[in-house]
């Protein structure tokens, strides 16, 4: 197809409204006219190493060729049908795979759009869960300072209420209850006075209390924190001790990216409700899943409604489900886990020359996560030409620099990302002291 990419930039910039974005002073975008591999080819000719594995989905690389296969054959077959009342293969397959994958006792599945309707949908099953037990009033939610949950409304309201990007709408959200972010680190010797602040909102206020939601291990976009599983191993003494459910986001870290499979395997905590998307089609299309319980699900299903209150029109896209098998089939047959680790010493090595530069707070990396931790938020307008020019995509935010790349990345690129993102970090950090 052929395109003229300077009437289409101008169509874009005039018309096109980007995530995060202003409509009269907008950020720079670049026209991709493909990708493949780890590689983005922009409409100019030039090839980018992608670090963020587009907002940490594609796993595998752009296009492989098994999920491709596996799309073409389910579009040929039926790329939608409606879930009330039918079922499909794809669906069932999916829903058989993630149960065999978690942990028990997660043996119900709820199919939804994305990963933001997967909190949605957990935040409902917690509140109908206790209104189905007769405790109407457990209806509020408990969530970490510097989370982050997604952009519909349930989960704006559980996002850090001031770094949570949402303050604009607090006003006009469910108001719940946050605990202070941990602040003992993954690799720290354990705390116990970490859990302290958390402990004393459950005990004065667990009648009101639905559950708790909690990114595990790693809180993503609201910093990049990696925190200590004895934390999350509290938490799940706390919340049996005073009857709330425990909500699991693995959005950002199922499938992988942290170094387990699901990243409450760091801490041996078995969630009550478990939320999943991006990597779980490899990033060819949305899809989120929500897992609970038997005692969950029955106690819904047992209550005034008889029913969960919930029913995308895209549930249980078979299209997207198919697609999640073929990726689900590529994570267990490749070597997840080497891949994972490889990432995870390239990643440490390239980036530790970035400790040494004026104006970097911290250099960490959990798995496939790297982060360069500034003391001042970055520059957007100059950073990110100065990143595609030196061949990589890498899109920061605030005050971190990071990269989430595909698992497939081999040595040679991991370094080219990391020199490069320690080679601009130097140019623009030593320019500014």
């Not at 289409?8 to 026209?31: C, K, L």
């Not at 919340?239 to 199922?254: H, N, Q, S, V």
């Not at 005050?399 to 320690?422: F, I, K, N």
Request: hydrophobic share 45%.
């Amino acid at each position: 197809m052929s395109v003229d990419w300077k009437s289409a930039q101008d169509f874009d910039r005039d018309h096109i409204w980007h995530p995060y974005t202003s409509m009269t002073r907008p950020t720079p975008v670049w026209a991709v006219e493909s990708a493949s591999g780890v590689r983005i080819r922009l409409a100019d000719g030039r090839e980018l190493i992608d670090g963020m594995a587009s907002w940490w989905s594609v796993i595998h690389g752009y296009g492989h060729p098994d999920i491709r296969a596996a799309m073409h054959e389910q579009v040929d077959r039926m790329s939608h049908v409606m879930f009330g009342g039918l079922t499909h293969a794809p669906a069932v397959e999916l829903a058989q795979r993630l149960v065999a994958l978690t942990p028990e006792p997660l043996d119900k599945v709820f199919l939804c759009d994305s990963g933001s309707v997967s909190v949605e949908v957990a935040l409902k099953m917690a509140i109908q869960y206790w209104q189905a037990r007769g405790h109407p009033g457990k209806h509020r939610m408990l969530a970490l300072r510097n989370g982050y949950h997604g952009d519909t409304f349930g989960a704006m309201a559980v996002c850090d209420p001031v770094t949570g990007m949402h303050h604009l709408f607090r006003d006009s959200l469910q108001p719940h209850l946050f605990a202070p972010a941990p602040e003992c680190g993954f690799h720290d010797d354990w705390d116990a006075g970490d859990i302290e602040a958390l402990a004393v909102l459950m005990e004065a206020h667990h009648r009101e209390l639905a559950a708790i939601i909690l990114e595990p291990i790693v809180q993503g976009a609201g910093g990049m924190r990696f925190y200590h599983p004895q934390y999350l191993r509290e938490v799940r003494r706390l919340c049996d001790r005073y009857g709330l459910l425990l909500i699991a986001d693995e959005i950002a870290t199922g499938f992988g990216r942290s170094g387990r499979l699901f990243a409450c395997e760091h801490a041996g905590v078995v969630p009550d409700i478990l939320c999943l998307g991006k990597a779980l089609t490899g990033g060819m299309l949305t899809l989120g899943a929500t897992l609970t319980t038997s005692e969950v699900a029955h106690t819904i299903s047992g209550g005034g409604a008889g029913c969960f209150m919930h029913g995308p029109t895209f549930m249980g896209n078979p299209l997207a489900c198919r697609t999640a098998v073929a990726s689900l089939d590529l994570l267990e047959a490749g070597d997840w886990q080497r891949r994972v680790s490889a990432l995870e010493a390239g990643l440490r090595r390239g980036l530790a020359p970035a400790a040494a530069l004026p104006g970097v707070a911290d250099v960490r990396v959990l798995g496939a996560i790297g982060v360069v931790e500034l003391d001042q938020p970055v520059d957007m307008e100059d950073i990110m030409p100065r990143f595609v020019e030196a061949g990589v995509w890498v899109r920061p935010f605030g005050r971190l620099v990071y990269v989430m790349p595909p698992y497939v990345m081999d040595p040679t690129d991991q370094a080219h990302l990391t020199g490069a993102m320690v080679d601009v970090l130097g140019a623009v950090l030593t320019r500014a002291q």
